[in-house]
């Protein structure tokens, strides 16, 4: 199967609008494909397509299929294979009204264009071998960007930094198997090329690059999605309040009765240049409600998932006693213990039986959610807590689940080498682990994959791209 038929592409020249769905200024029509030159000269009134020079400008018109103007418009040509899809590309920058914009698209459709699917223009440029499977991602990841540092980590993948990872730890595993295969080559007259040790040696580091970028996903979801800070506590210690003041809207339902939030209610802002994902958790109590009960398991996942939490302690009362309950599921996070209602009570004995309790090194601050009293100092400290990696640096992070799953998959085959070193397991089962080690790595890359996986990947770009 050729990779025209594995990517499901059929070969024929595509249209669509490039530009934001709407009303605008200008609005762009991507055309790719072999006819593509020769479909667009048919609905053009100019300079011959034939007579341009690939990746240059020009100023002409567009008529519908009766010879009637649509617009004046700028033409820019792409010749193959120097283009973004690898095929002969033309682009046409129009006036934003819709009305053109439709017309403009039936038009070529009506001169031979087939309207493109969702994403279809960048999986081209996969098949056509322009990028890699994880590049043509980090194409919808740059669009999506909602943050310095998401933009450049994505544009660091389509660059091609995290296929260069790849590509030397595949050729680390492929050594590691050129080794093995020869020692089985010669198993009949018992001569070892392998030495055990350098290929035991080699299989450890190949594990350490893998679960480097494995690791990374924590980042990289955090950088991509927004860092999760779990906000918890007892019931009505004031958590939804406090959500709605980092906020700075009524996003959760406040009220006096406690048990209120059931549910985990999340949303994202701004601070410090990071996109921060607030996640609003059902309070920690013992009780008997099956419904609040499953809330508050979601309580404890919040946590689990958090890079930050926000332990939310209601001053009036002083009931520490879910503490320890809580502060065991928050170890080895980054913790911060809000003392909350301030405007109500300012008790300095519940100040001082929490910090007795509390990890050493942990930072508490005293606040009214209410009154949004010293919000904007538990703003900064929250940017000063959370902990993300440098995206200015050439570290390659991962942040698409597809790849993490493949990573861990990857990391398992080559961990199970290893044991297999550790106990003599025999050539040809270690070349087992090491094919299937491969395999999941090619998967990332598409070196390795299904027209299904594609699809779906495809299917969440958006239109024209």
């Known amino acids: 199967?050729?990779?025209?038929?594995?990517?499901?592409?059929?070969?024929?020249?595509?249209?669509?609008?490039?530009?934001?769905?709407?009303?605008?200024?200008?609005?762009?029509?991507?055309?790719?494909?072999?006819?593509?030159?020769?479909?667009?000269?048919?609905?053009?009134?100019?300079?011959?397509?034939?007579?341009?020079?690939?990746?240059?400008?020009?100023?002409?018109?567009?008529?519908?299929?009766?010879?009637?103007?649509?617009?004046?418009?700028?033409?820019?040509?792409?010749?193959?294979?120097?283009?973004?899809?690898?095929?002969?590309?033309?682009?046409?920058?129009?006036?934003?009204?819709?009305?053109?914009?439709?017309?403009?698209?039936?038009?070529?459709?009506?001169?031979?264009?087939?309207?493109?699917?969702?994403?279809?223009?960048?999986?081209?440029?996969?098949?056509?071998?322009?990028?890699?499977?994880?590049?043509a991602e980090a194409v919808a990841d740059v669009i999506e960007a909602q943050s310095r540092a998401a933009h450049h980590v994505a544009m660091n993948q389509m660059r091609g930094r995290y296929s260069d990872e790849l590509k030397k730890l595949r050729d680390k595993l492929l050594h590691f198997t050129a080794l093995i295969e020869l020692e089985l080559d010669f198993s009949e007259e018992d001569v070892t090329f392998a030495d055990r040790s350098e290929v035991t040696a080699l299989a450890r580091e190949i594990h350490t690059l893998i679960s480097r970028l494995a690791d990374s996903y924590s980042d990289g979801n955090a950088i991509r999605n927004g860092l999760p800070v779990a906000i918890v506590g007892q019931t009505n210690a004031g958590k939804s309040t406090l959500l709605n003041a980092l906020l700075r809207d009524n996003r959760a339902l406040v009220s006096d009765i406690h048990g209120t939030t059931r549910d985990t209610i999340e949303d994202t802002v701004f601070m410090g240049g990071t996109l921060f994902r607030f996640i609003d958790t059902a309070g920690i109590r013992q009780s008997s409600d099956t419904v609040e009960r499953m809330g508050i398991e979601r309580t404890w996942q919040a946590i689990d998932k958090a890079n930050v939490v926000l332990w939310v302690v209601d001053v009036t009362s002083a009931d520490t006693s879910m503490a320890h309950d809580i502060l065991n599921r928050c170890e080895g996070k980054a913790l911060i213990a809000i003392l909350n209602k301030t405007d109500l009570d300012d008790d300095v004995a519940a100040r001082s039986e929490l910090n007795d309790i509390l990890p050493e090194g942990t930072q508490v601050v005293a606040i009214s959610a209410k009154s949004e009293s010293d919000i904007e100092s538990l703003r900064n400290l929250i940017v000063e807590t959370a902990s993300l990696p440098d995206v200015d640096s050439d570290a390659v992070i991962v942040t698409n689940a597809r790849h993490y799953q493949a990573l861990t998959h990857a990391r398992d085959a080559i961990a199970r080498a290893i044991d297999g070193l550790d106990s003599g397991l025999s050539g040809d089962l270690l070349g087992q682990d090491i094919r299937e080690c491969l395999h999941w790595l090619g998967e990332i890359t598409g070196e390795i994959t299904t027209d299904a996986i594609l699809g779906e990947i495809f299917t969440h770009f958006c239109v024209g791209k």
Do not use: Y
């Open 1 to 135: 199967m050729n990779i025209t038929e594995l990517t499901g592409l059929t070969g024929d020249t595509i249209c669509a609008v490039s530009t934001p769905a709407g009303r605008g200024g200008i609005a762009v029509i991507r055309v790719s494909g072999p006819e593509a030159l020769d479909i667009v000269q048919r609905r053009w009134q100019g300079k011959p397509l034939a007579e341009m020079t690939s990746h240059t400008v020009h100023l002409g018109h567009l008529v519908d299929t009766k010879g009637d103007m649509l617009d004046e418009a700028v033409l820019t040509v792409f010749k193959a294979p120097n283009s973004f899809t690898g095929e002969d590309v033309v682009e046409l920058a129009c006036h934003g009204s819709t009305w053109i914009q439709q017309q403009v698209v039936q038009t070529l459709i009506d001169a031979g264009c087939r309207h493109a699917a969702a994403g279809e223009f960048t999986r081209r440029a996969f098949a056509n071998g322009r990028m890699d499977l994880s590049q």
